[in-house]
C-alpha cells in the first residue's frame, strides 16, 4: 500500500505500538512527525526508521496542552509541507481502585488520552479543513473502554471518550473529506506485559523473538504491536476512503468491528413509569438482556 507524498503525525510513538504505527507508515511511503513526551525515545524511533531509508523527524512534547498538539502540526508543515494523517497513540496508566484513586491519578490520564487526543485532533482538523483535499483521523481507544476494567476507572472513561469523540467528528468532518475512526488494539506492550497470563509468552518473545502462542494470536486476539499496525496503514490509504466512525479491533491474528451502542429493549407504559411497574415488568423484559461488563480473562488451553 503507497502512502508516498503523505505526511503523518503519531504521538507516543517512541516505542510499543505508537512505534510499530510510525515504522509502517515510513515503511509504506508516508514522512512521520514523531512525537514522545521522552524526548530520546522519540530521537530513537526516528533513527531507528531512518536506518531503514524512512522519512521521519522527532517532535518532542507531552500531548494534553493546545500548545503542544499546535507545535506537532507545524512542525509537519515546516517539515514537509503538509498533513494528511494523524494519529493520536500517546497514553499513560495510572491504575488504582476507586476508593483509592486520587484527583491527580484520575486527572493525569484523562489529561494525556483524552485532552490530548482532543486537543491534537483539533489542531490537525484544522490544517485539514485549510488544506482542503481531505484527510485521516486515527484515533486509539482499548477494550477497557469498550467494556470497563478493574482498577481502570480513569484509563476506561478516556477510552470511552476517545470512541465517542471520533463517532461524533466523523460526522463533522465528513463534508471535509476527512475520515476518523477509533483503533481497538491489543498488543504485548508495557501495558500489558504485566498481567499475569500475558505476562510469560510477553517475556520470551522480548527475551528471544519465541512467538506468541496461538491461543493468544487467534482466540484472544493478541499480538506484537507490528500485528497493529496494518490496519493503521490501511485507515491511513486512499483505499480506506469512506470508512468513518467506526472502532475496528486488532491483535495478533484477528481484525474485528466493535459494534455501536443501541437499545437492545425497550417497554412503553401509558403515563411513565413508576417504580413499582418498573419492578413488576423487568424480570420477563429487560432483565433477560442484561448485558455483561469487563474484560474476559484469557483461558489458556491446558
Given at each position: ?5 503523505r ?6 510513538a517512541?516505542?510499543?505500538?505508537g512505534f510499530a504505527?510510525?515504522s509502517?507508515l515510513?515503511a ?5 512527525v514523531?512525537?514522545?513526551?521522552d524526548g ?5 524511533a526516528v ?5 531503514v531509508?524512512g522519512?521521519?523527524?522527532?517532535e ?6 493546545a ?16 498533513l494528511?494523517?494523524?494519529?493520536t ?5 495510572r491504575?488504582r ?6 484527583d491527580?491519578?484520575f486527572d493525569?490520564?484523562l ?5 490530548g487526543t482532543?486537543?491534537c485532533?483539533?489542531?490537525a482538523?484544522?490544517h485539514?479543513?485549510?488544506q482542503g483535499d481531505?484527510?485521516?483521523v486515527?484515533?486509539v481507544g482499548?477494550p477497557?473502554g469498550?467494556?470497563?476494567?478493574i482498577?481502570?476507572?480513569?484509563y ?8 465517542a469523540?471520533?463517532?461524533t467528528?466523523?460526522m463533522?468532518c465528513?463534508k471535509?473529506?476527512i475520515?476518523v475512526?477509533?483503533?481497538v488494539?491489543v498488543a504485548?506492550t ?10 510469560p509468552?510477553?517475556?520470551a518473545w522480548?527475551?528471544d ?6 491461543w493468544l ?5 493478541f499480538?506484537?504491536?507490528?500485528d497493529?499496525?496494518?490496519l ?5 490509504s ?6 468513518t466512525g467506526q472502532?475496528?479491533g486488532?491483535g ?8 455501536h451502542?443501541?437499545e ?5 407504559a401509558e ?5 413499582d411497574?418498573?419492578?413488576?415488568t423487568?424480570?420477563?423484559t ?7 461488563v ?7 488451553p491446558s
Amino acid at each position: 500500500m503507497d502512502l508516498s507524498g503523505r505526511v503523518a503525525i503519531v504521538t507516543g510513538a517512541g516505542r510499543g505500538l505508537g512505534f510499530a504505527y510510525a515504522s509502517a507508515l515510513a515503511a509504506a511511503g508516508a514522512a512521520v512527525v514523531v512525537n514522545d513526551a521522552d524526548g530520546g525515545a522519540a530521537t530513537g524511533a526516528v533513527a531507528q526508521i531512518a536506518g531503514v531509508g524512512g522519512k521521519a523527524v522527532a517532535e518532542p512534547g507531552a500531548v494534553g496542552p493546545a500548545a503542544v498538539a499546535d507545535r506537532l502540526v507545524e512542525r509537519a508543515v515546516a517539515e514537509y509541507g503538509r498533513l494528511d494523517v494523524l494519529v493520536t497513540n500517546a497514553g499513560v496508566l495510572r491504575d488504582r481502585m476507586l476508593w483509592k484513586m486520587s484527583d491527580d491519578e484520575f486527572d493525569t490520564v484523562l489529561d494525556v488520552h483524552l485532552r490530548g487526543t482532543f486537543t491534537c485532533v483539533r489542531a490537525a482538523v484544522r490544517h485539514m479543513r485549510e488544506q482542503g483535499d481531505g484527510g485521516r483521523v486515527i484515533v486509539v481507544g482499548s477494550p477497557a473502554g469498550q467494556r470497563g476494567n478493574i482498577g481502570q476507572t480513569n484509563y476506561s472513561a478516556a477510552k470511552a471518550g476517545i470512541v465517542a469523540m471520533a463517532r461524533t467528528w466523523s460526522m463533522e468532518c465528513a463534508k471535509a473529506d476527512i475520515m476518523v475512526n477509533a483503533v481497538v488494539p491489543v498488543a504485548a506492550t508495557a501495558m500489558t506485559s504485566t498481567m499475569p497470563a500475558f505476562a510469560p509468552h510477553i517475556e520470551a518473545w522480548q527475551q528471544d523473538g519465541t512467538p506468541l502462542p496461538a491461543w493468544l494470536r487467534a482466540g484472544e486476539g493478541f499480538g506484537t504491536p507490528a500485528d497493529a499496525a496494518g490496519l493503521v496503514v490501511f485507515l491511513a490509504s486512499a483505499e480506506s476512503h469512506g470508512v468513518t466512525g467506526q472502532a475496528i479491533g486488532i491483535g495478533g491474528d484477528k481484525l474485528s468491528l466493535w459494534s455501536h451502542p443501541e437499545e437492545i429493549a425497550a417497554s412503553y407504559a401509558e403515563g411513565g413509569w413508576s417504580p413499582d411497574a418498573i419492578a413488576a415488568t423487568w424480570p420477563t423484559t429487560h432483565g433477560r438482556v442484561r448485558q455483561s461488563v469487563g474484560i474476559p480473562l484469557p483461558e489458556q488451553p491446558s
